[in-house]
């Protein structure tokens, strides 16, 4: 079958590679908004830029400090979590209590705030950042570059390490009853208004966190961001953010079906993930692991 | 979590019956001053300023009265003005048949995307809406007739009708004034319809609405129809006073536009969309030489506007004449 496309294998599991980082950046930032947005009622319009801001920090680390790679993987979501925290006390706080609708807007507002500073101050094409893992390894059916294998092992063990944190852990367990119930669980003790800042800066961290690891395989642009948030929204919109799990099958599995869709029809690549969204929408609206509410 | 304060603005008394004479005749004095406007203001500025309103009113007409925010109306505002120009630089089409073509293709679109869009509420119609937009950016960037980068260019100003030249700024401006009027009547009209209140009565409470035995899903999809075909007029008629379709029209920023107008002016007010139409516009002119930092300040406005003053322009000043009384 493959030879009637046209398709080499090596390029058929580059793409594949490709497709996986993709979606490993998906899974990531989904997982993200809908943390977020279970807690806040918050759409975080500002996650795509919050995850340019993670690789725009490493390469700021990198070339004013001298902190090589492995410091910025460390640092900058750290960075990009205290930016985070300082948006959510600062303003968004102040949106809780009125329609969902102007926290969107007023992340929206962010995007063109941050974005049109550091277009400003870096110009709009990209800035390389060197790969930290030059070479590649044989794997016998694919001759694999280092960096991209680093990527993809490092983000699928941080998404599950983000599942387990949620869903098995006792702090996850706490997160869960304020996403239901705020109130009853304000009244047990703890303090909601603390962990939704937390929460939203833990969000802010995991898009950061992908922007780094994009950092070597994409430039370093201030626009990188914006462009993706749209497809992340396509993909929860899929997906449905009602599962973490839910959110990282969807992300990897859109990632590697646009991987491919570059390969055998290569003019569908950008809008594929858009017609996977309208005809989901169309077939079950609530998004494969969604629950209408 | 309550759904209003949105809408809280729409409430002005202004739209009771007892109020309607002074509206009149407020809408009569500011079209008074429209009419002479060219007297005084560079036709082509207002020009902008008029197209770009009525793109906002189209905006407003789904946010302001449906309740549905839409982050996807430039692909109907961009996606017009392709076809009218291309149906007139290359089919040679007349003025008025371009302009019709549009909005056909604006309507039919907004059929195919409000039949997607409406099926979820909310936040997510807001991030269906982007992503539809953002496909269709997308199919333009890479369909042939509309040029990539460069766009359509030197799109002919053909006399309207045959016999209204166009080719004049002054003329020019009282020919969009005219289809601006008409927009606005037709909005004006179809808020204070039977359909406008059912259309109300779903932004406050869907399901009662429901039980009362509408068709929500039908009422949003005419409400998103009408708005998509009216925003594509507005970028129709773009085409014809600039002479150009381009990408930008398409892009999600564009579309961020509408919505920071809107909101400047007032949400699910009757005038605030033009307001804030007037004010954006105003304010790129004076701040075309700062580059970068027009969308830094768009940001910061969004911000404020937002924390502070979520009624917009307008309704904060009626919040305040209610207030004084």
């Not at chain 1, 990527?151 to 599950?160: D, G, I, P």
Request: charged share 10%; proline share 3%; aromatic share 12%.
């Amino acid at each position: 079958m493959l030879d009637v496309l046209n398709i080499s294998m090596p390029m058929l599991f580059g793409q594949l590679t490709l497709g996986l980082i993709n979606g490993a950046f998906y899974a990531l930032l989904s997982l993200g908004l809908a943390v977020i947005f279970g807690l806040l009622n918050v759409v975080n319009f500002v996650h795509g830029t919050q995850y340019m801001l993670g690789a725009l920090f490493a390469w700021m680390l990198l070339h004013y400090l001298g902190i090589p790679y492995w410091g910025a993987l460390l640092l900058a979501p750290v960075g990009v979590g205290l930016v985070g925290a300082v948006i959510e006390v600062t303003l968004l706080r102040r949106l809780y209590s009125v329609d969902h609708l102007y926290g969107m807007l007023l992340t929206f507002g962010l995007v063109l705030i941050i974005e049109g500073f550091f277009r400003w101050l870096y110009g709009a094409s990209g800035m390389p950042y060197s790969n930290p893992l030059p070479g590649g390894t044989n794997l016998g059916f694919m001759f694999a570059p280092n960096y991209r294998l680093w990527v993809v092992v490092f983000s699928v063990a941080v998404c599950f390490g983000v599942w387990y944190l949620i869903e098995r852990t006792k702090l996850g367990s706490y997160l869960r009853a304020a996403i239901e119930r705020p109130d009853l669980v304000q009244a047990f003790g703890i303090n909601v208004p603390r962990m939704i800042t937390l929460t939203y800066a833990f969000g802010a961290a995991l898009a950061g966190l992908a922007g780094v690891l994009a950092a070597p395989i994409y430039q370093v642009n201030p626009l990188m961001g914006s462009n993706l948030i749209i497809v992340v929204f396509a993909v929860v919109v899929i997906g449905g953010m009602g599962s973490i799990m839910g959110a990282i099958v969807t992300g990897f599995g859109l990632g590697i079906i646009e991987g491919l869709t570059k390969m055998i029809y290569s003019e569908a690549s950008n809008t594929i993930i858009f017609v996977i969204m309208a005809i989901v929408l169309l077939i079950k609206p609530a998004g494969l692991f969604g629950s209408q509410k | 979590m309550k759904r209003t304060d949105i809408n809280t603005a729409g409430g002005s008394p202004a739209q009771g019956p007892g109020r309607f004479n002074s509206s009149t005749i407020l809408y009569l004095v500011l079209l008074a001053l429209a009419l002479v406007a060219p007297a005084v203001l560079y036709p082509i500025f207002l020009v902008k300023v008029l197209c770009v309103a009525l793109f906002a009113l189209a905006f407003n007409l789904l946010i302001g009265y449906g309740g549905l925010l839409s982050f996807g109306h430039a692909m109907f505002f961009g996606g017009a003005s392709y076809i009218t120009g291309h149906a007139m630089l290359v089919w040679g089409w007349p003025t008025e048949l371009g302009i019709l073509v549009g909005v056909v293709f604006s309507t039919l679109l907004g059929v195919v995307a409000g039949l997607i869009a409406i099926r979820r509420q909310g936040i997510y119609f807001a991030m269906v809406t982007l992503a539809l937009a953002q496909m269709v950016y997308f199919i333009f960037l890479q369909m042939p007739f509309t040029g990539g980068e460069d766009g359509i260019q030197n799109v002919p100003r053909r006399a309207v009708f045959g016999f209204i030249d166009i080719a004049n700024d002054t003329t020019l401006y009282y020919v969009v004034l005219t289809i601006f009027v008409f927009g606005f009547l037709f909005i004006y009209r179809t808020i204070h319809s039977p359909f406008g209140q059912v259309l109300k009565a779903i932004r406050e409470n869907e399901d009662r609405a429901t039980s009362l035995g509408y068709h929500t899903t039908r009422f949003k999809l005419l409400a998103f129809v009408l708005s998509a075909g009216l925003a594509g007029l507005a970028g129709a008629t773009k085409v014809v006073v600039f002479q150009i379709a381009t990408l930008t029209d398409v892009t999600w920023q564009m579309s961020g536009e509408v919505v920071l107008m809107t909101l400047v002016g007032g949400l699910g007010t009757v005038f605030g969309p033009v307001v804030g139409a007037a004010i954006i516009i105003t304010m790129q002119d004076y701040l075309a030489t700062f580059g970068e930092w027009v969308l830094v300040i768009q940001g910061v406005t969004f911000v404020i506007m937002v924390s502070l003053f979520r009624r917009g322009v307008v309704g904060e000043i009626a919040a305040l004449i209610n207030r004084v009384r």
